[in-house]
C-alpha cells in the first residue's frame, strides 16, 4: 500500500510504497512447503531486514489439514543473507505438518518491490518481470482450492465477522468501507529484533524471554483490519492456531481473504481491479496481471467488466463515507502511524484521500472527472492533523451517478 508528498503526504505504513526505496530479493529455501522448508530462514538480499520498516520482507504459511479440516499459521523466519551464523537469529522451530497437508506461502514486504529468487517451482510474485511490489505467493491457489471444498462440504466452518459497534456490520479485507488502493496486500507476521542484531519469531517463550526486544511488523491492509478497526468497532478478527505468534493465535491474510468470501458485504466485495497499482505492467493495465494477484488471495477470474476501475472507484466512495460516519469513535483510537496522522481517523482520512488520487492511487478523481472529497489539515511536520470528507459528493457517486464538483459541470456516469 503507498503516497506522494503534499497536497498528500509521503508516508510508508499501510499506503504507497515510497517511489525511491530498495528493492528486495528474497531466496526461498529447497521444499519450502515442508516443515523443513518453513524451518530454513529465507535469506534476503538487496535489503537489510534489520531496517525492517523501510526495507523489512515478512513470509506467513498456513498449513491445511484435509482430514481434520485444522488450520494453522507458521510464520517463517526472514535474516539477511550472509546472517546464517549462529547468533545472528534464534533456530525457527519446526512445525508439524499432519499428513496431506496443504500448505501454503503469502509474503509483504515495506520495501518497494519483492522478487522471489531459490526454489520458487509453486511460487508467483508478478507477471513476467513485472512484479506486484511488495507481495508474493507460492501455492495459494492450491490451498484455497483446498479449503473450499472443505467448506463446501460442511468440513470446515468459516465464522461470520459479526455485527459491531451502533449495529454496523463488522468489515473484511473485501469490504469497500476499508480497502485502498492496493487491496488484500501484505501479511500480519511480525518477528523479533533481540539487541538490534539477532532475529527471531515473535513466538510466546522468544517474547516472555526477551520483553524488550523490538517488535518487527509489515505496513499492511490485513493488520490496519485486525488491529486498529475491528477493535475500534467492537469486532472480533478471525484468529487461527499460530506456534509463531505471540498469542498462539492469529488473523491471517489467506483466513481473511476467506472471511471475506464467504461474507460478501452489503455493499458489494471489493475485488483486485484493474487500476491498482500493483496490477500494472509499466504504468499499463494488464488482466493478465489481475488474474495472478487473484488468484494468490482467492478472488474470482476478472475480466474488463469485472475488473473496471472507474466501478471500483464507484463503489470506493462507500469508504470515504464509512470512515466520516465513524469519526468520534475513529478519533478515539491510536494513529497506526504517529508520525503521519494523530489518530486513526485522519490516518483513514489521509489513505482514503491518496487512495482516491492521482497515481500512485487509483486516479478516480480522473476516472469520475470529480474533485477530491478530503480536505486535510496538516501541521508544521506534514501530520495530518484533522480532515473534512464531503460525503454529499460521495453519496451521489454512490447514488444516482450524477456528480457536480467545483472544476466541472454535472454529468451523468457511464
Not at 177 to 195: A, E, F, G, H, K
Not at 215 to 225: E, I, R, Y
Amino acid at each position: 500500500m503507498h503516497f506522494l508528498g503534499p497536497p498528500f503526504l509521503l508516508f510508508t505504513l499501510l499506503v504507497f510504497p515510497l517511489l525511491v526505496r530498495s528493492q528486495c530479493m528474497l531466496r526461498v529455501p529447497n521444499n519450502p512447503l515442508t516443515a523443513a522448508g518453513l524451518a530454513t530462514p529465507f535469506e534476503l538480499s538487496g535489503c537489510n531486514q534489520l531496517d525492517f520498516a523501510n526495507q523489512g520482507v515478512f513470509v506467513e504459511a498456513n498449513i491445511f489439514d484435509p482430514a481434520t479440516g485444522n488450520i494453522q499459521i507458521y510464520n517463517p523466519l526472514v535474516i539477511n543473507a550472509g546472517m546464517t551464523k549462529a547468533g545472528f537469529f534464534f533456530p525457527p522451530i519446526t512445525p508439524t505438518l499432519p499428513n496431506g497437508a496443504v500448505v501454503a506461502l503469502w509474503f509483504g514486504s515495506n520495501a518497494n518491490t519483492l522478487t522471489l529468487t531459490g526454489d520458487t517451482n509453486t511460487c508467483v510474485d508478478g507477471l513476467g518481470n513485472s512484479v506486484f511490489g511488495q507481495v508474493a505467493y507460492c501455492n495459494a491457489p492450491a490451498w484455497f482450492t483446498a479449503v473450499n471444498g472443505a467448506v463446501a462440504s460442511g468440513f470446515v466452518k468459516v465464522p461470520a465477522p459479526g455485527t459491531g459497534l451502533n449495529g454496523q456490520a463488522c468489515p473484511t479485507t473485501r469490504d469497500f468501507r476499508i480497502v485502498d488502493q492496493d487491496q488484500s496486500d501484505n501479511v500480519v507476521t511480525t518477528y523479533l529484533l533481540i539487541n538490534n542484531n539477532t532475529l527471531a519469531q515473535h513466538t510466546p517463550e522468544n517474547a516472555q524471554a526477551n520483553p524488550d526486544a523490538e517488535v518487527l511488523s509489515n505496513a499492511s491492509d490485513n493488520s490496519l483490519l485486525n488491529e486498529f478497526i475491528q477493535p475500534a468497532l467492537n469486532c472480533t478478527p478471525y484468529q487461527n492456531p499460530c506456534a509463531t505468534c505471540p498469542t498462539s493465535q492469529s488473523p491471517a491474510l489467506s483466513t481473511n481473504e476467506l472471511q471475506g468470501e464467504y461474507y460478501p458485504p452489503a455493499g458489494g466485495p471489493a475485488l483486485v481491479p484493474l487500476n491498482d497499482p500493483m496490477v500494472l505492467v509499466n504504468g499499463t493495465e494488464s488482466l493478465d496481471k489481475v488474474n495472478l494477484y487473484r488468484l494468490g488471495v482467492g478472488q474470482p477470474t476478472a475480466d474488463q467488466n469485472n475488473a473496471s476501475g472507474t466501478t471500483y472507484c464507484h463503489q470506493f466512495a462507500q469508504s470515504g463515507i464509512f470512515i466520516a460516519s465513524n469519526e468520534q469513535t475513529f478519533a478515539q483510537v491510536t494513529s497506526p502511524a504517529a508520525d503521519q496522522a494523530t489518530n486513526l481517523f485522519t490516518f483513514l482520512a489521509m489513505r482514503f484521500s491518496a487512495s482516491f488520487g492521482p497515481p500512485p492511487g487509483l486516479g478516480c478523481i480522473t476516472l469520475l472527472n470529480v474533485n477530491n472529497p478530503v480536505n486535510l489539515t496538516m501541521d508544521g511536520n506534514g501530520v495530518v492533523t484533522a480532515a473534512v470528507i464531503n460525503t454529499s459528493v460521495l453519496q451521489q457517486i454512490l447514488g444516482s451517478g450524477s456528480v457536480c464538483c467545483v472544476r466541472c459541470l454535472c454529468w451523468s456516469a457511464r
